[in-house]
C-alpha cells in the first residue's frame, strides 16, 4: 500500500551563497523553514517542484522535506537534519542562527 | 621542502582560469548543476548542508609558514576566519561563496597550493607519515615517494574515472602513523635482507560501509619498479573493479571477490607488460625530488632552558610528556600541537592560530608544519634549546593543551553539522566527551585511548580503527550512536567489533563513563593500556559494562525457557 504523503515543504540550498533556502507560499525563496509553504497534496507538491526546476541558476538540488505545522500554523522541520540545515552547526554561533 | 616546479605551476593556473571560466559560465546558467557539479568536484568543491565547503590538498601533509599563512588569509577573507584539518592532511573551508572559489585558488596557487583530486573518483591526496623526515624510527623519509606519486598521478588520463576514489598512504618508519593498512594502496619503505631499500605494497584496506585490512600483496617491490607497479594495479582495478554498484566499487571488494593470489597474479602480468615498456624517466625526477626534501640545516645547541623547565614547571612537564616525540637527532624533538582544545571542534584552528603556528614554524621548526590525519599540527625539526619558547607561543595562542594521544584528543569528522551524507552529528559528542573526562580528571589516569567519532557509515572519522569508535546513525529520525571495541590504526590494525546496540545521543556519554571505569578496573598495574587490556580480556567484560542489564535479561530468558 502506497504510504500516506505527509506535509511537506520544498527547500534547496542557494547557488550563489550555498545556504539553504525554502519556498514561500507565494513562490520565492526565502531564508527559513517557518517561513515556508507547507504542501499538503501531493500531486501539487511534486507540480511545484517540477516548476522550480526552471530556477535552476538560482538554486541547487531542491527536494520535499518532511514538515510539521504547529497550533499556531507555523511550520517546523520533522527531522532533525531540517533543523540544523534551518537553524546552523552546533559548534559555532554561524550559519542561520547567526542570521537572526 | 618540494616547491612547484614552472610545469606545477603553469598547469595549477592553468586550471585556475579554467574553473573560474566554469563558475561564471554556472552563474549565468549556460551550465547546469549536473554538468557542473562534477566540474566543481574536481576542483574540491562540495555543497554541503549550509554551505560549499571547499577542500584544499596538503600533498603528504607537508606546508611552510607562507602556506599556512595563506590558509588564514583566505579564512578571514572569504570564509569565517577558521580552518578544519581532515584526516586525509587536508584542510576545508566551509563557508565560501561560488562566486569566490576561483579567487581563492588563485591565492592557493600564489603559495604552490590547489584543490585539484581532492573529490572524484581519481587518486586522492597522498597521505604520507606526519614525522616523516624527523621520526627516530624511520628506515627513509617517504615524502619524495608520496610526491613522485602526486606528480604522477595528477590529471593523469588513465585514472580519472575510475570505480571509485582511491587512496595512497606512504611510510618510512616501523611504526605506522600513516593507517597505511586502512588505505587502497599502503605503501612501507622498508630494507631487504640484501640492504636495498624497497616497498612493502599493500593492497585492499579501506573503512566505510565495508572496513577491510590491507592485505600485503608484494612483500618487497624494489623501488625503481614503484610506478609501473602502481600503475598496473590501478589497471587491473580500473578494468575489473565494479562499477554497477558503488557501495562495492573499491579496491578492496576486489581483493575480497577475486581473492588475493588471483588478484596478485593479474597484477603481476600486468606490471612485466608496464615494465617492458617503462622507460625508468621517473629515476632522474626522483633524484631531484629527493634532493627537495633533504633534511635542514640542524643546529647542535645546549638544552639547558628545556632541563631548567621541565624541573620547575609541571604544566610544561605535562605538556612534553604528551606532546614531544623522539627526534632522529637527540637534540632535537617532534611537537605535536594539539587542536582539540576541550570543548573545542577536533581539527579546527582559527587564522590568529594558524597565523601563530606559522610564526613558530619560521622560528623554530625550519619554517616546515605539517598535519596529521588525526587532526593535529606538527612542528617536526625543533631543537630542544627552543622548546620553552615554542611552548610558551602555543599557550598564548591556545594551543598548549597537553592531551595528545590521550581520551581527549578525538578524531572527528564534521559530522551532521557540516556535511551532506552525515546521518548524526560528531562534534558534539566528541565535545562531550572530552568536557566529561576534563571534569572527572581523569585523562592522565586513563593514559593512552583513541577515540574516533563518524558521523556516518563512510568513516571519514575512522571509528573502525578506534580503539573505542562511535558510529552516528539515523534511528527512526533520532541520533542513535553505535559503539566498536578493539580497533587500532597502528601496524597492529585491526577492525574494531560492534559491541551491541546503539546509544542515544543522551546515553552515550554514561555508557562511556561505564567503560572506562571497567577498564580501571580490569587493567594490570595500573598502567597497560586500555588497547592492551582488551586484547587481553576480550570485549566480555566491557560488553557488560555497556549493557549492565543485558546478562540479567539473558539470565532471566533462560530461566523461564527452562521452567
Known amino acids: 500500500m502506497p504510504r500516506k504523503f505527509t506535509p511537506k515543504i520544498i527547500t534547496s540550498n542557494h547557488l550563489l551563497r550555498g545556504d539553504t533556502i525554502y519556498l514561500s507560499p507565494s513562490g520565492k525563496w526565502v531564508d527559513r523553514f517557518r517561513q515556508a509553504r507547507v504542501f499538503t497534496d501531493e500531486t501539487e507538491a511534486t507540480q511545484a517542484l517540477a516548476a522550480i526546476d526552471r530556477q535552476r541558476n538560482i538554486h541547487v538540488g531542491a527536494y520535499l522535506a518532511d514538515a510539521s505545522v504547529s497550533k499556531d500554523g507555523v511550520p517546523q522541520p520533522a527531522h532533525f537534519r531540517e533543523q540544523f540545515r534551518d537553524t546552523g552547526p552546533s559548534n559555532y554561533f554561524h550559519g542561520k542562527q547567526a542570521e537572526v | ?563
Open chain 2, 1 to 563: 621542502m618540494y616547491n612547484y616546479s614552472e610545469f606545477d605551476e603553469t598547469f595549477v593556473r592553468a586550471r585556475v582560469a579554467e574553473f573560474r571560466g566554469q563558475v561564471e559560465r554556472r552563474i549565468s546558467g549556460a551550465l547546469t548543476e549536473e554538468e557542473f557539479k562534477p566540474l566543481r568536484l574536481k576542483n574540491g568543491l562540495y555543497l554541503q548542508l549550509h554551505a560549499y565547503m571547499l577542500r584544499v590538498a596538503i600533498p603528504y601533509g607537508t606546508l611552510n609558514s607562507r602556506q599556512m599563512r595563506q590558509l588564514a588569509m583566505i579564512a578571514d577573507r572569504w570564509d569565517k576566519g577558521y580552518g578544519h584539518f581532515t584526516t586525509r592532511q587536508n584542510v576545508q573551508f566551509n563557508w565560501p561563496g561560488l562566486g569566490d572559489v576561483p579567487d581563492i585558488l588563485d591565492a592557493l596557487a600564489d603559495v604552490s597550493m590547489h584543490a585539484i583530486q581532492t573529490s572524484g573518483n581519481c587518486i586522492r591526496n597522498v597521505t604520507a607519515d606526519h614525522f616523516a623526515g624527523a621520526a627516530s624510527d624511520e628506515c627513509e623519509d617517504p615524502r619524495p615517494t608520496a610526491e613522485l606519486l602526486r606528480q604522477w598521478s595528477t590529471d593523469h588520463p588513465e585514472f580519472q574515472y575510475l570505480p571509485r576514489k582511491f587512496k595512497i598512504a606512504v611510510t618510512g618508519s616501523r611504526a605506522d602513523r600513516a593507517v597505511t593498512r586502512a588505505h587502497d594502496i599502503g605503501l612501507r619503505l622498508i630494507t631487504s635482507e640484501e640492504e636495498e631499500t624497497g616497498y612493502q605494497v599493500l593492497v585492499g584496506g579501506g573503512l566505510g560501509r565495508t572496513p577491510m585490512i590491507a592485505k600485503i600483496i608484494r612483500p618487497f617491490l624494489p623501488r625503481q619498479h614503484l610506478l609501473p607497479y602502481i600503475e598496473a594495479i590501478l589497471r587491473v582495478y580500473n578494468l575489473s573493479g565494479r562499477r554497477d554498484n558503488k557501495y562495492k566499487a573499491r579496491i578492496k571488494i576486489l581483493v575480497h571477490e577475486t581473492g588475493l593470489d588471483e588478484l596478485r597474479s593479474r597484477i603481476e602480468a600486468e606490471f612485466e607488460r608496464r615494465l617492458a615498456d617503462f622507460a625508468g624517466v621517473d629515476q632522474g625526477v626522483v633524484a631531484a625530488i629527493e634532493e627537495a626534501f633533504a633534511a635542514p640545516a640542524f643546529v647542535a645547541r645546549p638544552n639547558n632552558r628545556h632541563l631548567d623547565r621541565l624541573d620547575a614547571d609541571s604544566n610544561y612537564r605535562e605538556w612534553v610528556r604528551t606532546s614531544l616525540a623522539r627526534h632522529k637527532r637527540p637534540d632535537y624533538g617532534i611537537v605535536t600541537v594539539s587542536l582539540k582544545r576541550v570543548g573545542g571542534t577536533p581539527g579546527d584552528a582559527t587564522s590568529v592560530q594558524m597565523t601563530a603556528l606559522a610564526d613558530l614554524a619560521e622560528k623554530y621548526s625550519h619554517d616546515e608544519l605539517r598535519v596529521s590525519h588525526e587532526q593535529n599540527i606538527i612542528l617536526p625539526h625543533v631543537s630542544r634549546a627552543d622548546i620553552p619558547a615554542v611552548y610558551d607561543g602555543l599557550r598564548a595562542a591556545g594551543l598548549a593543551s597537553a592531551n595528545v594521544g590521550l581520551i581527549s584528543d578525538i578524531i572527528a569528522c564534521p559530522g551532521m553539522d557540516y556535511c551532506a551524507l552525515a546521518t548524526a552529528r560528531s562534534i558534539p559528542v566528541a565535545q562531550d566527551i572530552a568536557r566529561r573526562f576534563d571534569e572527572l580528571g581523569l585523562e592522565k589516569e586513563i593514559g593512552p585511548m583513541k577515540i574516533k567519532i563518524s558521523g556516518c557509515i563512510n568513516a571519514c572519522g575512522h571509528h573502525h580503527v578506534g580503539h573505542i569508535g562511535i558510529l552516528g546513525l539515523d534511528r527512526a529520525g533520532v541520533e542513535n550512536y553505535q559503539i566498536t571495541l578493539g580497533g587500532d590504526a597502528t601496524d597492529k590494525a585491526a577492525i574494531g567489533r560492534r559491541a551491541g546496540p546503539g546509544f542515544s545521543a543522551e546515553a552515550l556519554l554514561p555508557a562511556l563513563e561505564r567503560l572506562v571505569d571497567r577498564y580501571l578496573v580490569e587493567r594490570q598495574d595500573g598502567s597497560e593500556s586500555f588497547i592492551d587490556c582488551y586484547r587481553r580480556v576480550g570485549e566480555a567484560p566491557f560488553k557488560s559494562a555497556l549493557y549492565p542489564g543485558a546478562t540479567q535479561r539473558r539470565t532471566r530468558f533462560r530461566r523461564r525457557k527452562r521452567a
